[in-house]
């Protein structure tokens, strides 16, 4: 594929890359889809787009995987939930050069729109220690306490693009995903995130007739979940947009775990003895997304009811399991 049109995807192996390989491609556009894993390992790979398999750490694999392009979408990073951000500080941080190097070979071959995936956990933890939080507007990332590993790499990589954009003209548009979930995302494994993982755990629950479920922390840690259509529609709407700072890209609708519990439940139409481990990571005590800019901005906010994408994530990942396929 080649031209000066190519909408190139990093991280199209993974959860929101895959999605936004496939909804670029249903409205016709060339699509250029990388990710570091082989192409049989991606969540999901369309024969429609060109898929390449680099390490975009690397430079000259950037150099490669920008050839021609119009729009830039990073989504690749080094991640996972809690369990695994907590526990790979170091890991997380080295995605910093997957950014710095797109960014620099954007430079080089100029692009008309690179677009950031950055996360609510560039917010300072001070800010999140009451699980009664306050929503976090984007001012609150500053001054700059993230959190460690991850949220260093991501508020970093924030600067660097907008400093490529005042210094090099480079347009850049960066988004704070706060907590996306959806089918074909990770459900197994050690890097799931919390509305996966509890489904995951009620589906065996609910197989194995063991209705036992572990739950990290107290239950009482609260959070907001945006349902991955959401999610496409933020970052087509920030990319194309005209607004150059940081924006929530999250629901406002604020559940503790307890609650989305319940709802998985719910779904499954089975109720469970739950047992809390007080030693598992769970991140900060509450955080929810602050949407006045995103609603200033657009006129939107991501507005998915929780109970509906979880009944969409639940079926699909009961489907999963129940056809033996592994979930990451
Ligand atoms: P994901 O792990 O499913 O996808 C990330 C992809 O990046 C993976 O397929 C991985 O193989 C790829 N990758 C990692 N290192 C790479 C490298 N060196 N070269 C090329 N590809 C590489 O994650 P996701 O949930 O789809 O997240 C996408 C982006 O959104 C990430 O930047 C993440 O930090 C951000 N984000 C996600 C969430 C969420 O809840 N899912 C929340 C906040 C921010």
């Not at 999901?44 to 060109?50: H, I, M, R, S």
């Not at 699980?131 to 260093?152: C, H, R």
């Not at 991955?228 to 924006?247: A, E, H, M």
């Not at 559940?255 to 499954?268: G, K, P």
């Given at each position: 594929m080649s031209g000066s049109n190519v909408i190139v995807?990093?991280?199209?192996?993974?959860?929101?890359?895959?999605?936004?390989?496939?909804?670029?491609l249903e409205r016709g556009l060339p699509v250029?889809?990388?990710?570091?894993?082989?192409?049989?390992?991606?969540?999901?790979?369309?024969?429609?787009?060109?898929?390449?398999?680099?390490d975009l750490r690397d430079l000259a694999a950037c150099r490669?995987?920008?050839?021609?392009?119009?729009?830039?979408?990073?989504?690749?990073?080094?991640?996972?939930?809690?369990?695994?951000?907590?526990?790979?500080?170091a890991q997380c941080m080295i995605s910093v050069l997957i950014n710095t190097h797109l960014l620099m070979a954007a430079r080089e071959n100029?692009?008309?729109?690179?677009?950031?995936?950055?996360?609510?956990?560039?917010?300072?933890?001070?800010?999140?220690r009451d699980?009664?939080?306050?929503?976090?507007?984007?001012?609150?990332?500053?001054?700059?306490?993230?959190?460690?590993?991850?949220?260093?790499e991501k508020l970093f990589s924030e600067r660097m693009c907008r400093h490529f954009r005042e210094d090099y003209g480079t347009v850049t548009r960066i988004a704070r995903f706060h907590n996306v979930y959806g089918p074909y995302g990770t459900w197994d494994g050690g890097r799931e995130k919390a509305p996966a993982a509890m489904c995951r755990k009620v589906i065996q629950a609910k197989l194995s007739g063991n209705h036992d479920i572990e739950i990290?922390?107290?239950?009482?840690?609260?959070?907001?979940?945006?349902?991955?259509?959401?999610?496409?529609?933020?970052?087509?709407?920030?990319?194309?947009?005209?607004?150059?700072?940081?924006?929530?890209?999250?629901?406002?609708?604020l559940?503790?775990?307890?609650?989305?519990?319940?709802?998985?439940?719910?779904?499954?139409g089975i109720r469970l003895e739950r047992h809390y481990n007080l030693n598992a990571p769970k991140g900060v005590n509450g955080r929810n997304s602050d949407n006045t800019l995103i609603q200033q901005v657009?006129?939107?906010?991501?507005?998915?009811?929780?109970?509906?994408?979880?009944?969409?994530?639940y079926r699909w990942i009961y489907d999963e399991i129940a056809a033996g396929r592994p979930g990451h």
């Open positions: 995807v990093c991280g199209a192996g993974g959860f929101i890359g895959g999605h936004l390989v496939g909804e670029l250029r889809a990388v990710d570091i894993k082989p192409t049989d390992e991606w969540y999901q790979k369309f024969d429609a787009a060109e898929n390449l398999s680099l490669t995987a920008l050839q021609g392009a119009a729009e830039v979408y990073n989504l690749a990073c080094d991640m996972g939930g809690m369990g695994f951000i907590e526990t790979h500080k100029p692009v008309e729109r690179f677009f950031y995936a950055s996360s609510a956990c560039v917010y300072n933890a001070d800010k999140q699980p009664n939080v306050t929503a976090l507007k984007e001012e609150d990332a500053y001054p700059g306490l993230p959190e460690d590993g991850y949220g260093w990290w922390g107290t239950g009482d840690q609260t959070r907001s979940f945006m349902y991955i259509s959401d999610c496409l529609k933020g970052i087509g709407l920030i990319t194309r947009g005209d607004f150059v700072d940081p924006l929530n890209l999250g629901s406002s609708e559940v503790s775990i307890n609650q989305l519990v319940d709802i998985v439940e719910e779904i499954a657009f006129g939107w906010e991501p507005d998915t009811r929780l109970r509906d994408g979880m009944e969409l994530t």
